[in-house]
Each structure stands twice: as structure tokens, then as C-alpha cells.
């Protein structure tokens, strides 16, 4: 039967045979998966791991500091933060098509962690054992959408499975490639993460960067910041966090409307809202947000945007529509 407590001993048993005396990296994104896969193989692997952090630039407000003081507080891995925001972006430069994107950031980040893993084998000194291993959060959702399952579809690439590199040098470890997210939560629950961690909603790996419709400049991810600090700070303080699986904020860079502000008129973007229910993200439906909700969150984010004139709601079940627009 299956069980947390199985499930942590199989996984663990497992990970110490594969990596034997060799070390590990994990990229950590401050979502849940990446939280729970990590504290996973340090109960595994101890100090046998250093944990990659990687700052694309993606992120939202305050996820950085969070991934620093929160789980560091948790967990005490060893963590290293890369700082690649002008990284990601020159190599997002121009481009505007979902799959591309994910193709480049996942690369991105594949580059960053080979660079990390070359730092830590000289920092360990002539001794160290060589990081031959590369922990991803990826769970069975990811798999199968990102057509790696039996007879799907590749709807899109998750950047940490259809967005890997040919030539990548790392073995993969990932615990959590059976599980659903609840199944997750439960693991990371189990393996003592603090409420905060495992109860995240979650949030793409690609980051803001597949929420602009449209070119990825560091400008536009401004706007989407802001937008998406008021967004989550309002439904937090309407007490929704629990009631919605997650809510992706998007910026239409490519379009523009006519509105009026002042006395004056304006020609600005559109932030689309996408509040969704889901059991596993497989399937999901739009949440029926409270009208005064969605008013304070327009009314905010039209006064304190620049640039953005109107917010729109998407009402669209997945399918037909998936979670994120990208
Ligand atoms: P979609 O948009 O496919 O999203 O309905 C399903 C769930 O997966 C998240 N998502 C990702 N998570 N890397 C991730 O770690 C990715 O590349 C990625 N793409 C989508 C999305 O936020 C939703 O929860």
C-alpha cells in the first residue's frame, strides 16, 4: 500500500545507491517540488548536497529572499545563489515563442548548474568528490504533459524535462517522477517542511518569463511583478489562498487598448487574471472569484501599473485551456 513513510524509505534507500560517495546538485525554485525533492535527498545524502538557487530574473516579489531565509531555516542545506538575471535575459532577447522560451531557459538553467557544479568540485579542494548528480522536483503531471508519457501529446515542454539540453553531463535524481502534487505536499509534510513550503501554490519553473505574451524584457517583467505582488497580496487578505490551486497573472506585451485615465487618454496593456481550481493541474476550472475581490484587484492594479489600462478575467476550464497561457 502506498504510504509517505514507504515512500520516503523507498526513495531514499534508492538515492544512496545511486549516488554512493559522489555529490549532488538540486536547482531549487522556491515551489513546493523542488523544496520537497531536496529535503528528500538530504535525508538521503546529507552533506553529500548543495542546493543551486538560480535567480533568472523570472522571479516574483520577494521569491528570492524567501528561497534564502525560509528554507535554509528549514532544511539547513547547503545553498548556493546565482545571480543570472542578464543571462537569462540576453538569451530571451527577442523572443516571443512559448516553446522556444522554454527551450532557452531550460538550457539556461542547465548552464548555470554545470558552472555551479565546476565551483563546487574546486571549492571541496583535490579531495572532493566530483558532482556527477542533478535533482529535479519534476512530478508525473510534468512528464506526461511534457509528452513523455505513453501516447500523449506534447502539450508543452516543462523546463525541467522537454526543455533539457542533448548533451547534458548529469545523471538525473528524481524522487518525486510517480507522484501528484497533493501526494507531494504529503511527502514534504511527512519529511517535517514547515506549512509555508508545502502548502505554496505553485508556480512554473519558467517563472514571469512564460507570463509575458510577447517579448521577455527586463520592463515588461517590472509591470508583471507588480501586477502579481497585488494580485497574491489581495486574494491572501480575502483568505482565498487554500480555496485556489494558483492563480498565473499575465501581461499581453503584444497588445494594446484604448482607455482613459485623468482627463487624458492612454494606450495600454492588458493584465489578464487566471484564478483556477484543480486536484492536480491536470485538469482544472476557473475559480468564481468574489466580484469585490476581482474589483479591488482591478481597481489597484490599473492605479498602481503603469502602463496597464485594463484587467481582464479568463474564464476558460482546461481544458480547452491550459493552466498557464504559455
Ligand atoms: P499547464 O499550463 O500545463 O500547467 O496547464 C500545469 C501546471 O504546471 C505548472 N507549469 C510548470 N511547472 N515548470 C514547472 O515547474 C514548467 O515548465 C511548467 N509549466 C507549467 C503550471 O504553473 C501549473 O501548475
Redesign the pocket.
Known sequence: TWTTGNVIEEQVEAIREQVGTKRAICGL?G?V??AVAAALVQKAIGSQLTCVYVDHGLMRKGETEQVEKDFVAATGVQLKVVDAEERFLTALKGVSDPEEK?KI??REFIRVFEQAQAEIVAEAGESGEAVEFLVQ???Y??VV??GGGTGTAN???????G?LPEDLEFQLIEPLRKLF?DEVRMVGQELGLPEEIVQR??????GLG?RIVGGVTKERLDLLREADAIAREELTAAGLDREI??C?VVLLADVRSVGVQGDGRTYGHPIVLRPVS?ED??T?DWSRLPYDVLARISTRITNEVRDVNRVVLDVTS?PP??????
Not at 485551456?321 to 504559455?326: D, P, Y
Open positions: 525554485s515551489g517540488d523542488s522554454r531557459i531550460g522536483g519534476t512530478l503531471p510534468d504533459e511534457s502539450i508543452k515542454s516543462h523546463h525541467n524535462v526543455g502534487k501554490q505553485p508556480f512554473p519553473g519558467p512564460i490551486w494558483q498565473p484543480s493541474a491536470m482544472a482546461k485551456g491550459t493552466i498557464e497561457w504559455e
